[in-house]
């Protein structure tokens, strides 16, 4: 039996949607919602194509990241493999594969693309400093975290087709979320009860994006990414109005994913089996929290 993620993520039309409304109804409320078009008045939302990166880029060397065990608790910071962007275009065009490259910084090497791409006028404070594009091929899953910066993300599909399930911020304990990170071990699609009993006490949302969407992934939110097929999406940032998580996510980036990393260096297996073991102590006094209905309702399933 898979998690509960059943509520579906509300869709709306960029053209319906005032920089107020959005406020309202999902920035303040930190709640997601798929926006239909917002980017159609940019230059990438009509350029942008496999077919136009790989005759612009084809030739460059780009990191490749694969799915490879024993990485439970860590960032992708270093690639697994590299080959030229060409090449990896066609593979993911081809058939199915696990190889990924994400925040992959175009405008690093072309950055004359910055001109292609408009921040809409629906949130006032844009990061205009990260604009990273995400490249994968089907079938390929990026496994269920939260963004360390804990800024809003608008992820748009550009090429291809996503199925992505969230999850409130308020889950985290319940998701096994590994302390000085924002990772967890969990399998949203085939969850194990027996190991991760908190997973009966949360609930998600799942939505389908394909070319043109964006998705509205608020502050904080857990995602789980599968490719339905081979594309790429662009994500922009924005900070959370929220100052606490505006301030968590400073000092994520900041102070605890270094701390993080010297400690696993300092003391290896012996870290991320303290970690584990919190992870669990945390699970357990969140599901001795849950509400008495959700634990009548679990004795009764």
């Known amino acids: 039996m898979p998690i509960d993620y059943s509520r579906p993520v509300p869709r709306v039309k960029a053209e319906d949607l005032t920089r107020e409304r959005f406020e309202q109804e999902f920035l303040l409320p930190n709640r997601p919602v798929v926006i239909e078009g917002l980017l159609k008045g940019s230059a990438a939302y009509h350029k942008w194509s496999m077919d136009f990166f790989r005759k612009e880029m084809g030739e460059l060397q780009v990191g490749i990241f694969d799915d490879i065990p024993g990485k439970e608790d860590r960032s992708f910071k270093s690639p697994d493999l590299h080959m030229k962007f060409g090449e990896y275009l066609d ?3 081809r058939e199915p594969t696990n190889k990924r490259i994400f925040l992959f910084n175009l405008f690093k090497h072309r950055p004359e693309l910055k ?15 990260f604009r990273f594009t995400f490249f994968g091929g089907k079938d390929s899953v ?8 804990m800024a809003n993300v608008f992820l748009t599909q550009f090429h291809g087709a996503k199925r992505v399930i969230l999850f409130d911020p308020s889950y985290s304990d319940l998701l096994y979320r590994y302390p000085f990170g924002v990772h967890s071990s969990v399998d949203v699609e085939h969850p194990d009860y027996e ?5 009966h006490h949360v609930k998600g949302y799942e939505t389908e994006i394909n070319n043109g969407d964006t998705l509205f992934i608020p502050s904080g939110y857990w995602h789980h990414i599968v490719y339905l097929e081979g594309g790429f999406a662009m994500a922009l940032r924005s900070w959370s109005p929220h100052t606490q998580r505006y301030l968590r996510g400073l000092l994520n980036v900041g102070l605890i994913t270094h701390l993080d990393e010297a400690l696993r260096y300092l003391f290896g297996k012996r870290w991320f089996a303290w970690k584990k073991a919190e992870t669990f ?10 509400p008495p209905r959700k634990q009548e309702e679990l004795a009764t399933a």
């Open 281 to 290: 102590r945390r699970a357990n006094r969140a599901i001795q929290k849950s």
């Open 195 to 199: 190991t991760y009993p908190g997973l």
């Open 91 to 93: 593979l993911i065009e």
């Open 142 to 149: 990026v496994r269920i975290h939260q963004d360390m910066d």
């Open 115 to 129: 001109k292609d791409v408009v921040f809409p006028d629906i949130v006032k404070n844009w990061n205009k400093n």
